[in-house]
């Protein structure tokens, strides 16, 4: 069994930055690609960014390309997103998901495993 633990959301202003933390535990974090989702209130979960197995490749929706970096330290079991210029509308939990097999991907039934959600509000 998997278990992710999101931490490090809170209240900011806009043009903050923030980083989020995800602490895995149960399989070896270091095989499997890693993603970062949010979901607003009344809207779907939607792909933020996403990490292959080594941390070599990235990748990142249109919306946060520029302003947020995805990162892991395998020794450490975690992985990172960096928030930089926050806007109002990046107000919303974020998930982080573990791939078991294959590359990483954008959709959220890519993933088989999911942390609990950090709360993430950006104010104007």
């Known amino acids: 069994q998997v278990q992710l633990v999101e931490s490090g959301g809170g209240l900011v202003q806009a043009g903050d930055s923030l980083r989020i933390s995800c602490v895995a535990s149960g399989r070896t974090f270091s095989m499997h690609a890693m993603g970062w989702f949010r979901q607003a209130p009344g809207k779907e979960r939607e792909f933020v960014a996403a990490i292959s197995w080594s941390g070599g490749s990235t990748y990142y929706a249109d919306s946060v390309k520029g302003r947020f970096t995805i990162s892991r330290d395998n020794a450490k079991n975690t992985a990172y997103l960096q928030m930089n210029s926050l806007k109002p509308e990046d107000t919303a939990v974020y998930y982080c998901?573990?791939?078991?097999?294959?590359?990483?991907?954008?959709?959220?039934?890519?993933?088989?495993?999911w942390g609990q959600g950090t709360q993430v509000t950006v104010s104007s």
């Open positions: 998901a573990l791939k078991v097999y294959g590359t990483s991907g954008e959709s959220p039934g890519d993933y088989d495993y």
